[in-house]
């Protein structure tokens, strides 16, 4: 035993030189094998039921023992009749837990526990889904309650009046905080209080809601042509496609069902700066530009932009505002993508009330210098070198096919993604320039701050800046809602 030990102790020394030698004298200096990484294709995990509903499977015989599988749908929020704002959110909870016509909801809810296994559902404004996630020798009962809450949902009445209970709670507390309160007058300044995406639930909408209007939403959305599927785990594929296309396969199209299209906003906005009154102890500051949809042909060079601006944890608004100011503890933006409308460039951050007009000073002058200065090289190369290397981070077999799910019910092209790196690398100093002279414009920017008014407004004796001297904008204090009924108090 002890000559063994030896003898490869002694191999093992030998060959410290050898390995001393392979080794530079900077950790720059180390060399890496050149990435080799191919997008997925959206082809490679497709295929199609009988009665047309798309399937993205990724099954992978060296993972877990366990199977995920997403029913997406489209519809939802934007459907809600007048007077019936919530019943999307409320119908998205109760597809799983209202139970269904073969099995009520608490013995599902026992069995699934038993198996620990897990079916979940959800409908937002755009769309929704229902999700499972089991062992895979249970997925044949598991995947069995999953279609029978999506085709025969129970909507139990005590479930829904449950449901309901705790919508109201939400509602009562929708003033209680600044980071609450932001986005519903945010909404109304952006598209308008009678636009879907900025109406609010009140007591009597939720009130109103039955068991009739879940299944009448219920019916407008069981259609073949509304779903896309998306399967990962280890499973025999060809079984699983078998079992698929014998129940969701056989779901025939429904005269009833019907999703219409999803109505752009039809709302002018007025730049300005808007101040909302609210006691506490630190405020909230978002602000907007109009942006532009993933089509663009500039959409690339906008997400480098936004990537520099604050799109990363590392971006110019956090490294100054943050890391240099201490003003707050983060400061983020986003380039939304706009699949139904032109999306937005979208930034928020909270900070002490007298230092609100400070820190919106200090993120103008940053956009400012965005679009007068030009990135050099060496900061560009960074920047588009963090994205593409991160990128295949993302693709991930099982990560694949939601991806891909998604970007077929928000309707975008399969395989969107194929050429993002080329078009990243492709980006030139330029190209950021002249997109944040394009979406940072200062005309068009609405600003909304909401907190303690008076200290926002006046701002910090150490840095003297006034909330109204921030833009050449006007300003002007909007009311906080009743949170019951949502109008003005």
């Not at 079916?119 to 089991?134: A, V, Y």
């Not at 190209?431 to 008076?454: E, F, P, S």
Request: aromatic share 8%; hydrophobic share 40%; with cysteine.
């Amino acid at each position: 035993m002890f000559g063994r030990f030896a003898l490869s102790l002694a191999i093992f020394v030998s060959a410290l030189p050898c390995l001393a030698q392979a080794l530079p004298d900077r950790p720059e200096k180390l060399k890496y094998p050149a990435l080799s990484f191919k997008v997925p294709r959206a082809q490679d995990f497709k295929t199609t039921l009988k009665n047309g509903i798309p399937v993205y499977v990724s099954s992978d015989a060296t993972v877990s023992p366990i199977v995920s599988l997403t029913v997406n749908w489209r519809g939802g929020g934007f459907m809600e009749p007048n007077g019936k704002e919530g019943l999307a959110q409320i119908y998205g909870s109760q597809l799983s837990q209202g139970g269904s016509k073969k099995m009520d909801a608490t013995k599902q809810e026992d069995r699934l526990e038993d198996l620990a296994a897990t079916i979940t559902s959800k409908c937002d404004d755009t769309d929704g889904s229902i999700t499972m996630r089991c062992m895979a020798k249970d997925f044949n009962e598991v995947y069995g309650m999953l279609f029978d809450s999506l085709t025969q949902p129970a909507f139990a009445q005590d479930r829904l009046d449950l449901a309901k209970r705790t919508s109201k709670q939400a509602v009562e507390r929708r003033n209680d905080s600044v980071t609450t309160i932001a986005p519903y007058i945010m909404g109304h300044l952006l598209f308008g209080e009678e636009h879907f995406s900025a109406k609010l639930p009140t007591t009597a909408s939720i009130d109103s809601i039955t068991r009739d209007d879940l299944v009448a939403l219920h019916s407008n959305i069981l259609h073949p042509s509304n779903f896309v599927v998306a399967v990962s785990g280890r499973f025999d594929k060809k079984n699983l496609l078998d079992r698929l296309n014998s129940t969701l396969g056989s779901i025939k199209p429904n005269r009833m069902a019907l999703v219409p299209q999803v109505p752009a906003p039809d709302y002018t906005r007025q730049p300005g700066i808007y101040v909302v009154d609210k006691a506490a102890p630190q405020a909230m500051v978002v602000f907007a530009f109009p942006g532009m949809r993933r089509s663009d042909a500039d959409w690339h060079a906008a997400a480098v932009m936004n990537h520099i601006l604050g799109g990363s944890f590392t971006g110019r608004l956090m490294k100054k505002i943050r890391s240099d100011e201490g003003l707050t503890y983060g400061i983020r933006t986003n380039l939304g993508e706009g699949p139904y409308w032109t999306g937005d460039v979208v930034g928020s951050a909270q900070t002490n009330n007298n230092t609100v007009a400070y820190l919106l000073r200090l993120a103008i002058a940053e956009m400012e210098t965005l679009k007068n200065v030009p990135l050099t090289e060496a900061e560009l190369q960074t920047i588009k070198d963090g994205l593409i290397e991160s990128f295949p981070s993302q693709w991930g077999k099982q990560a694949a096919v939601g991806t891909f799910a998604q970007e077929a019910i928000l309707g975008w092209p399969e395989d969107w993604w194929t050429d993002y790196r080329d078009k990243i690398q492709a980006v030139t100093a330029d190209d950021v320039q002249r997109m944040a002279r394009r979406l940072l414009d200062m005309d068009k920017i609405v600003v909304l701050t909401v907190g303690q008014a008076d200290t926002m407004e006046a701002g910090d004796h150490d840095r003297p800046v006034l909330l109204k001297d921030t833009l050449p904008l006007p300003m002007k204090r909007l009311p906080l809602r009743d949170p019951n009924t949502g109008k003005p108090m």
